[in-house]
């Protein structure tokens, strides 16, 4: 398997955001290394993958199994090593009684019933994580994060130490008071 190979594969897929990977099942594909870091970077075999639209179109095939990820095309299935999560949150908006959350990756969605976070214990810290489509989570970015906690310290949504922000009237976890 190589990188060409793999996009070439992706590629064929095209027009669609979200192909069917949950329909897909390939032939694992081993002996290269991708993986995506704390602050949302890929990386193939070490190197960083620093053509954007590639890492978008990678990001489209993008299939997390038990607690697994892949890239999966028809042919192929690719392990990926991540640190946190595949997505980083970048930004959001306040749109009347709904956040919309933006996503390094080109992809936007709002904070919602399935849409929703969690915390996880990381590095000795409690980080949101919040679910973005199919089971893939995204983490915040460290700006976007101290913004979100920002608003949620305005509108004063604490409950047994735990801050949240209200979006689609659901109360979203943010952090803990400490």
């Known amino acids: 398997m190589s990188i ?11 027009g669609k955001s979200f192909p069917p990977v949950h329909l ?17 970077d890929w990386f193939y075999n070490k190197s960083i993958i620093k053509n954007k639209k590639l890492v978008n179109l990678f990001s489209t095939v993008l299939r997390k199994d038990e607690e697994n990820y892949f890239l999966v095309t028809p042919t192929e299935k690719v392990p990926v090593k991540v ?15 709904q956040i919309l959350l933006d996503t390094n990756l080109d992809f936007s969605f709002d904070l919602n019933d399935i ?9 000795d810290a409690h ?5 973005v ?5 995204g983490f915040f970015s460290r700006n976007c994060y101290y913004k979100l906690i920002d608003l949620a310290l ?25």
């Open 127 to 131: 980080i949101p994580l919040v679910h």
């Open 4 to 14: 060409s190979k793999l996009t070439k594969s992706i590629d064929q897929t095209k």
């Open 133 to 137: 489509r199919s089971g893939i989570e």
């Open 83 to 97: 640190d946190i999560a595949p997505y980083m949150i970048t930004n959001f908006e306040l749109l009347d009684n």
């Open 115 to 123: 849409n929703t976070t969690r915390l996880i214990r990381y590095e």
């Open 24 to 40: 897909w099942n390939p032939e694992l594909c081993i002996g290269q290394e991708i993986s995506i870091n704390r602050e949302g």
């Open 154 to 178: 305005k509108k004063d949504i604490i409950k047994d130490n735990k801050l949240y922000v209200l979006s689609n009237n659901i109360k979203h976890l943010v952090g803990k008071i400490a």
